[in-house]
């Protein structure tokens, strides 16, 4: 069991910054690998990126040198560093993490925060 608690969204113009952060608690030990999604009202769910444990990092297109994902492992926080933020980027914003068994992140999140508000006005 994983609980994941989601911090830091808001409100802010085009081109500002925000940082979200993700409390991981429980048995963080199974965890291979998280990721942050995010979904807009009539969107898909968009994986916008992900940090497996060994560091390696994943990203959307869509945020691709805007955003940045990191983890620290002492203390089990996620992070997305939002910066360069557009309209585009409104939506929901949730943490996942995969809570595996096995060796490896095999991308199949069993565990899901609440979600934070993020909301971007140009």
């Known amino acids: 069991q994983v609980q994941l608690v989601e911090s830091g969204g808001g409100s802010v113009l085009t081109g500002g910054s925000l940082r979200l952060s993700c409390a991981a608690s429980?048995?963080?030990?199974?965890?291979?690998?998280m990721a942050w999604f995010r979904q807009a009202p009539g969107k898909e769910r968009e994986r916008v990126a992900f940090i497996v444990n060994d560091g390696g990092t994943n990203y959307a297109g869509s945020v691709k040198g805007r955003f940045t994902i990191s983890k620290d492992n002492a203390k089990n926080i996620l992070y997305l560093q939002m910066n360069s933020l557009k309209p585009e980027d409104t939506a929901m914003y949730y943490c996942a993490a995969d809570g595996s068994p096995g060796p490896a992140c095999t991308l199949n999140f069993s565990y899901w925060g609440r979600g934070t508000q993020v909301t971007v006005s140009s």
């Open positions: 429980g048995y963080t030990y199974t965890m291979r690998c």
